[in-house]
């Protein structure tokens, strides 16, 4: 039976089979894929075996059992698979994530943070680790009734939304000025969480005002001419 065994088998579980056969030992859960033969795919099999001898103690073969698990084995290949292709974007995505200025936030239904970015901390006055599976939206709200607010609006999206002049909270407990835009998580139709990307806009805001106070003078000085 040896030569039905495809090489790409564990070569220790086949090299234990191996002793266990030469010595008469029983065995369970021998696992091995057939060769390929006459174009036919090989088969991974699990076997039991199990010594007979006579009465005068001369060894007559094996009796045993034999499964085909081949469609077992290839689901949990194709699930590792799909596992490491999920890590390796997961990876991807989370260096794509941290390399941005940006601060991005995940929210669950919970107003619980799944993901800070570290943008998003430093911009809180935050370390990640001290966001990550805490509500969230209390610590960044100007206020309780801001915080009433991103709740509401958050926790309830069906499309995107943007607000581009909004205010959060940091953690002294200045105001930071921010535009953001918020997209809802959704699985099977089901809003499930929110993934939050914000900006600094403090430059913007004072720029804004540095404008409006020119103006004003200016239709003021135009006003004291007349």
Request: charged content about 35%; hydrophobic content about 40%.
């Amino acid at each position: 039976r040896d030569e039905m065994i495809a090489d790409d088998s564990d070569p220790e579980a086949r090299r234990q089979n191996l002793e266990d056969l030469a010595a008469r030992r029983p065995f369970r859960n021998f696992v091995y894929r057939t060769k390929v033969l006459g174009g036919e795919i090989g088969r991974v099999l699990r076997v039991n075996g199990k010594p007979v001898f006579t009465e005068a103690g001369e060894f007559l073969g094996y009796r045993g059992t034999a499964s085909d698990i081949t469609e077992e084995i290839d689901a949990e290949e194709r699930l590792k698979a799909t596992q490491a292709e999920i890590e390796r974007l997961a990876q991807r995505n989370a260096s794509i994530l941290e390399s941005v200025d940006d601060g991005i936030l995940g929210i669950d239904l919970n107003g619980n943070a799944t993901f800070v970015n570290r943008a998003a901390a430093r911009l809180l006055g935050y370390d990640p680790s001290e966001l990550v599976g805490e509500e969230i939206l209390p610590l960044m709200a100007p206020d309780l009734d801001g915080a009433r607010t991103l709740y509401r609006v958050l926790l309830r999206l069906d499309d995107p939304v943007r607000d581009d002049a909004a205010s959060f909270r940091r953690r002294d407990g200045s105001i930071l000025p921010v535009e953001y835009i918020a997209s809802p998580v959704m699985e099977k139709g089901h809003q499930v969480g929110v993934v939050l990307g914000f900006r600094d806009i403090t430059q913007r805001r004072m720029v804004e005002r540095q404008m409006r106070e020119a103006k004003d003078a200016a239709e003021a000085g135009n006003r004291a001419k007349s």
